[in-house]
């Protein structure tokens, strides 16, 4: 066993307890897959990263994601908190973005009025899902064919496909059927209408059928599928914010800002426990 720098960290909500929880393992060398794995599932969080020198020369480091199942190639509130926790453990970047190396590539990492943002990676699946999977998700999820406007996957390496629904209020009144959703990783979202008032656009939700924390209260890689999707479309304006975590007694709140092209991902984020630990 060794023992190595650590940060739990609070993402997407500047109130330390109405985010995304991260643990983040930093100066991560030496520790084998095995045993990065088993911590992951000790902390019982939605993910735990471990943060190790970069392999690629343009890089500031590199950073291993995993849930309580699996390692991800990529992840959203796991490279914002992981980035925050570089930094504030005297993590200095090579240029004024950052530049983090995991299991996609290189994501550009900057620093915003939000706090930080990544620039949203390109989806490696996109489109209509075919009619059996639509509808095995419809009934998943209890949804009438009028409560969805459409259905697309989103995936930009973590799995998502996305159904968008007509108001916030279908969002939150979904309670899934976790056995028919096994094997998918399934986003909602719809529309604020004007009784919700207007601190967002859009009331997201993330299922993960399997995992011991079988919705997430704010995901990144999900809204940024979503956010490259809708910007194409030219549906949405430049900037805008996601909501979520409602249901979970959480206030995530998730900044897209269009720059150029591309969307850019952003929220606060805020160390909660700061020391060290033995792995």
Not at 254 to 266: F, K, S, T, Y
Request: charged share 20%.
């Amino acid at each position: 066993m060794s023992t190595h720098p650590f940060q739990q960290v609070n993402v997407f909500s500047a109130d330390p307890l109405l985010g995304n929880p991260l643990a983040v393992v930093l100066e991560a060398d030496g520790i084998d897959d095995t045993r990065m794995a088993a911590f992951a599932r000790w902390t019982n969080l939605s993910e735990t990263t471990f943060v190790l020198p970069p392999t690629d020369p343009r890089a500031d480091y590199r950073v291993r994601i995993f849930t309580t199942l699996e390692e991800l190639p990529f992840a959203g509130h796991p490279t914002l908190g992981s980035c925050h926790a570089w930094l504030a453990q005297g993590g200095a970047p090579q240029g004024e973005e950052i530049v983090q190396e995991c299991g996609i590539g290189l994501v550009r990492i900057r620093r915003s009025d939000a706090g930080l943002a990544f620039l949203a990676p390109p989806l490696l699946r996109g489109g209509p899902l075919d009619a059996a999977l639509r509808d095995r998700v419809h009934s998943a999820l209890g949804l009438a064919a009028e409560d969805v406007l459409e259905a697309r996957w989103v995936d930009n390496g973590t799995g998502w496909l996305a159904l968008r629904l007509r108001d916030r209020a279908t969002v939150l009144a979904l309670q899934p059927d976790y056995t028919q959703l096994d094997g998918l990783k399934v986003g909602v979202f719809g529309p604020w209408q004007a009784d919700d008032g207007d601190a967002a656009r859009f009331e997201s939700r993330a299922f993960i059928a399997g995992d011991g924390a079988p919705e997430d209260p704010a995901t990144g890689s999900l809204n940024a599928g979503i956010a490259r999707w809708l910007l194409e479309e030219g549906q949405v304006p430049d900037r805008y914010v996601i909501s979520q975590g409602t249901v979970l007694g959480r206030a995530g709140r998730l900044q897209v800002e269009r720059v150029g092209d591309a969307p850019w991902i952003g929220g606060a984020c805020v160390t909660c426990i700061a020391g060290t630990v033995t792995v």
